[in-house]
Protein backbone atom coordinates (compact mmCIF):
# COMPACT_ATOMS: atom_id res chain seq x y z
CA UNK A 1 0.00 0.00 0.00
CA UNK A 2 1.18 3.34 -0.88
CA UNK A 3 2.28 5.65 2.06
CA UNK A 4 -0.06 8.55 2.36
CA UNK A 5 1.54 11.92 0.45
CA UNK A 6 0.70 13.91 3.30
CA UNK A 7 0.06 12.64 6.80
CA UNK A 8 -0.94 14.27 9.95
CA UNK A 9 -1.15 13.03 13.74
CA UNK A 10 -2.02 14.99 16.99
CA UNK A 11 -0.75 18.20 15.06
CA UNK A 12 -1.09 20.93 17.26
CA UNK A 13 -0.16 24.09 17.37
CA UNK A 14 -0.70 26.80 20.33
CA UNK A 15 0.20 30.44 20.79
CA UNK A 16 0.31 31.20 24.08
CA UNK A 17 -2.60 29.58 26.02
CA UNK A 18 -4.45 29.65 22.94
CA UNK A 19 -4.55 26.60 21.48
CA UNK A 20 -5.22 27.22 17.40
CA UNK A 21 -4.99 23.39 15.94
CA UNK A 22 -5.86 21.00 18.61
CA UNK A 23 -4.66 17.22 17.84
CA UNK A 24 -5.89 17.35 14.01
CA UNK A 25 -5.21 13.59 12.64
CA UNK A 26 -5.78 12.73 8.58
CA UNK A 27 -4.20 11.10 6.01
CA UNK A 28 -4.35 11.95 2.28
CA UNK A 29 -3.29 9.80 -0.24
CA UNK A 30 -1.75 10.12 -3.85
CA UNK A 31 -4.13 12.68 -6.16
CA UNK A 32 -7.13 12.82 -3.96
CA UNK A 33 -8.97 16.02 -3.34
CA UNK A 34 -9.40 16.78 0.41
CA UNK A 35 -11.49 19.27 1.65
CA UNK A 36 -10.01 21.33 4.57
CA UNK A 37 -13.40 23.15 5.47
CA UNK A 38 -14.12 25.04 8.58
CA UNK A 39 -15.44 28.88 9.36
CA UNK A 40 -12.95 31.50 9.83
CA UNK A 41 -11.01 31.49 13.00
CA UNK A 42 -11.93 27.75 13.18
CA UNK A 43 -8.12 27.11 12.10
CA UNK A 44 -7.30 25.96 8.72
CA UNK A 45 -4.97 28.65 7.36
CA UNK A 46 -2.32 27.75 10.87
CA UNK A 47 -3.02 24.04 9.49
CA UNK A 48 -1.80 24.47 6.47
CA UNK A 49 0.67 27.09 7.38
CA UNK A 50 2.24 23.79 9.45
CA UNK A 51 1.47 21.96 6.54
CA UNK A 52 3.58 24.00 4.28
CA UNK A 53 6.53 24.38 6.18
CA UNK A 54 5.61 27.86 6.94
CA UNK A 55 4.85 27.34 11.12
CA UNK A 56 6.89 24.94 13.54
CA UNK A 57 4.16 22.91 15.16
CA UNK A 58 4.03 22.99 19.19
CA UNK A 59 3.45 19.31 18.97
CA UNK A 60 2.12 15.81 17.11
CA UNK A 61 3.68 14.55 14.11
CA UNK A 62 3.36 15.20 10.23
CA UNK A 63 4.92 14.27 6.71
CA UNK A 64 4.39 16.19 3.45
CA UNK A 65 5.28 14.56 0.62
CA UNK A 66 7.55 11.91 2.61
CA UNK A 67 9.15 15.30 4.69
CA UNK A 68 8.80 16.08 8.17
CA UNK A 69 7.17 19.32 8.96
CA UNK A 70 9.82 19.55 11.89
CA UNK A 71 12.79 19.21 10.21
CA UNK A 72 12.35 19.35 6.39
CA UNK A 73 10.36 22.05 5.66
CA UNK A 74 13.00 23.48 2.90
CA UNK A 75 12.29 20.11 1.13
CA UNK A 76 8.44 20.09 1.56
CA UNK A 77 8.85 24.20 -0.29
CA UNK A 78 10.24 22.27 -2.90
CA UNK A 79 7.67 19.78 -3.56
CA UNK A 80 4.72 21.79 -2.91
CA UNK A 81 2.73 24.25 -4.92
CA UNK A 82 0.73 27.03 -3.37
CA UNK A 83 -1.86 29.57 -3.98
CA UNK A 84 -4.51 31.43 -2.53
CA UNK A 85 -7.45 34.07 -3.31
CA UNK A 86 -5.35 36.67 -1.59
CA UNK A 87 -1.72 36.24 -3.21
CA UNK A 88 -1.40 34.30 -6.22
CA UNK A 89 0.39 36.46 -8.91
CA UNK A 90 2.63 39.75 -9.33
CA UNK A 91 0.21 42.32 -10.35
CA UNK A 92 3.17 44.78 -11.85
CA UNK A 93 5.13 41.90 -13.80
CA UNK A 94 3.59 40.77 -16.95
CA UNK A 95 1.93 36.89 -17.45
CA UNK A 96 5.21 36.07 -18.97
CA UNK A 97 7.16 37.43 -16.09
CA UNK A 98 5.50 35.79 -13.27
CA UNK A 99 5.25 32.36 -15.04
CA UNK A 100 9.34 33.01 -15.63
CA UNK A 101 9.42 34.40 -11.96
CA UNK A 102 7.65 31.43 -10.31
CA UNK A 103 9.10 28.53 -12.29
CA UNK A 104 12.42 29.81 -11.54
CA UNK A 105 11.61 29.78 -7.74
CA UNK A 106 10.25 26.36 -7.87
CA UNK A 107 13.48 25.43 -9.07
CA UNK A 108 12.99 25.06 -13.47
CA UNK A 109 16.24 25.60 -15.22
CA UNK A 110 16.16 28.21 -18.05
CA UNK A 111 15.55 25.78 -20.93
CA UNK A 112 12.35 24.03 -18.71
CA UNK A 113 11.10 27.59 -18.44
CA UNK A 114 11.16 28.13 -21.75
CA UNK A 115 9.45 25.08 -22.46
CA UNK A 116 6.99 25.29 -19.63
CA UNK A 117 6.27 29.01 -20.50
CA UNK A 118 5.45 28.03 -24.20
CA UNK A 119 3.08 24.86 -23.35
CA UNK A 120 1.36 26.94 -20.22
CA UNK A 121 0.61 29.88 -22.46
CA UNK A 122 -0.52 27.92 -25.42
CA UNK A 123 -2.80 25.85 -23.07
CA UNK A 124 -4.27 28.60 -21.45
CA UNK A 125 -5.10 30.80 -24.63
CA UNK A 126 -2.94 33.78 -23.35
CA UNK A 127 -0.73 34.46 -26.65
CA UNK A 128 -2.68 37.89 -26.97
CA UNK A 129 -2.09 38.93 -23.96
CA UNK A 130 1.21 37.65 -22.28
CA UNK A 131 3.13 40.76 -21.92
CA UNK A 132 0.00 42.29 -20.36
CA UNK A 133 0.52 42.89 -16.83
CA UNK A 134 -1.43 40.82 -14.45
CA UNK A 135 -3.93 43.24 -12.51
CA UNK A 136 -5.01 43.68 -15.95
CA UNK A 137 -6.19 40.29 -16.47
CA UNK A 138 -9.76 39.68 -15.58
CA UNK A 139 -10.10 37.35 -12.14
CA UNK A 140 -11.11 34.38 -13.69
CA UNK A 141 -8.12 34.76 -16.07
CA UNK A 142 -5.68 35.52 -13.14
CA UNK A 143 -6.68 32.61 -10.89
CA UNK A 144 -6.34 30.12 -13.58
CA UNK A 145 -3.06 31.41 -14.47
CA UNK A 146 -1.94 31.01 -10.97
CA UNK A 147 -3.15 28.01 -10.46
CA UNK A 148 -1.26 26.46 -13.42
CA UNK A 149 1.93 28.72 -12.13
CA UNK A 150 1.44 26.51 -8.83
CA UNK A 151 1.88 23.12 -10.25
CA UNK A 152 4.18 23.96 -13.35
CA UNK A 153 6.81 21.99 -11.77
CA UNK A 154 4.32 18.74 -11.11
CA UNK A 155 5.01 19.43 -7.56
CA UNK A 156 3.41 15.97 -5.42
CA UNK A 157 0.87 18.51 -3.44
CA UNK A 158 -0.69 21.69 -4.24
CA UNK A 159 -2.49 23.40 -1.31
CA UNK A 160 -5.44 25.62 -2.86
CA UNK A 161 -6.19 28.33 -0.20
CA UNK A 162 -9.60 29.64 -1.51
CA UNK A 163 -8.43 29.59 -4.63
CA UNK A 164 -12.08 30.49 -6.62
CA UNK A 165 -13.09 33.33 -4.15
CA UNK A 166 -14.71 36.31 -5.91
CA UNK A 167 -15.02 34.76 -9.54
CA UNK A 168 -18.21 33.76 -11.55
CA UNK A 169 -19.93 30.33 -11.40
CA UNK A 170 -18.84 29.35 -14.82
CA UNK A 171 -15.60 30.43 -14.19
CA UNK A 172 -15.50 28.68 -11.08
CA UNK A 173 -16.43 24.86 -12.77
CA UNK A 174 -13.49 25.79 -15.60
CA UNK A 175 -11.33 26.03 -12.47
CA UNK A 176 -12.10 22.82 -10.80
CA UNK A 177 -11.53 20.93 -14.23
CA UNK A 178 -7.92 22.25 -14.25
CA UNK A 179 -8.23 20.47 -10.41
CA UNK A 180 -9.85 17.17 -11.64
CA UNK A 181 -6.79 17.21 -14.18
CA UNK A 182 -4.15 17.56 -11.70
CA UNK A 183 -5.78 15.36 -9.36
CA UNK A 184 -5.42 12.62 -12.48
CA UNK A 185 -2.10 13.50 -13.05
CA UNK A 186 -1.31 11.99 -9.59
CA UNK A 187 -0.98 15.46 -7.89
CA UNK A 188 -2.57 15.57 -4.69
CA UNK A 189 -4.76 18.65 -3.64
CA UNK A 190 -5.57 20.13 -0.48
CA UNK A 191 -8.24 23.01 -0.67
CA UNK A 192 -10.08 25.15 1.76
CA UNK A 193 -13.92 26.93 0.28
CA UNK A 194 -16.26 28.64 1.93
CA UNK A 195 -18.88 27.21 -1.40
CA UNK A 196 -20.51 24.38 0.07
CA UNK A 197 -21.52 23.05 -3.48
CA UNK A 198 -17.31 23.01 -4.13
CA UNK A 199 -16.67 20.30 -0.98
CA UNK A 200 -19.46 18.14 -2.95
CA UNK A 201 -16.14 18.09 -5.35
CA UNK A 202 -13.83 16.82 -3.12
CA UNK A 203 -12.93 13.03 -2.75
CA UNK A 204 -12.88 13.14 0.97
CA UNK A 205 -13.64 16.68 3.17
CA UNK A 206 -12.88 17.34 7.05
CA UNK A 207 -14.87 19.92 9.10
CA UNK A 208 -12.74 22.19 11.72
CA UNK A 209 -14.64 23.69 14.58
CA UNK A 210 -12.28 25.59 17.22
CA UNK A 211 -9.17 23.82 16.17
CA UNK A 212 -10.40 20.43 16.06
CA UNK A 213 -11.56 18.18 13.19
CA UNK A 214 -15.13 17.50 14.06
CA UNK A 215 -16.31 15.70 10.77
CA UNK A 216 -13.98 13.52 7.98
CA UNK A 217 -15.26 11.38 5.25
CA UNK A 218 -17.01 11.58 2.14
CA UNK A 219 -19.70 14.14 1.04
CA UNK A 220 -21.76 10.83 0.65
CA UNK A 221 -20.40 9.31 4.56
CA UNK A 222 -21.79 13.18 5.72
CA UNK A 223 -24.43 13.16 4.88
CA UNK A 224 -25.42 10.12 5.72
CA UNK A 225 -23.92 10.52 8.91
CA UNK A 226 -25.98 13.83 9.81
CA UNK A 227 -29.14 13.02 8.02
CA UNK A 228 -28.55 15.57 5.46
CA UNK A 229 -29.47 16.66 1.71
CA UNK A 230 -26.44 18.70 1.37
CA UNK A 231 -22.42 20.07 2.35
CA UNK A 232 -24.12 23.71 3.32
CA UNK A 233 -26.63 22.17 5.71
CA UNK A 234 -23.69 19.72 7.68
CA UNK A 235 -21.43 22.78 7.24
CA UNK A 236 -24.06 25.32 9.13
CA UNK A 237 -25.10 22.35 12.03
CA UNK A 238 -21.38 21.85 12.94
CA UNK A 239 -20.02 25.16 12.80
CA UNK A 240 -23.01 26.51 15.37
CA UNK A 241 -22.72 23.69 16.99
Given at each position: MDKPVIYSNDLTKNFGS?????KICFEIK????????????????TGIKMLTGLLTPSSGE???A????????EKIKKNIGYMSQKFSLYNDLTVNENIRFYAGVYGLSKKEIKI???E??????LEDVQDTLAKELPLGWKQKLAFSIAIIHQPKVVFLDEPTGGVDPITRRQFWEMIFDA???GITVLVTTHYMDEAEYCDRISIMV????????????????????DMNSIFVKLARG
Open positions: FCAVNKGEIFGFLGANGAGKTARVGFDVFTESKKKLIAKLGSAADGKIVALGTPKELKNQYNEE
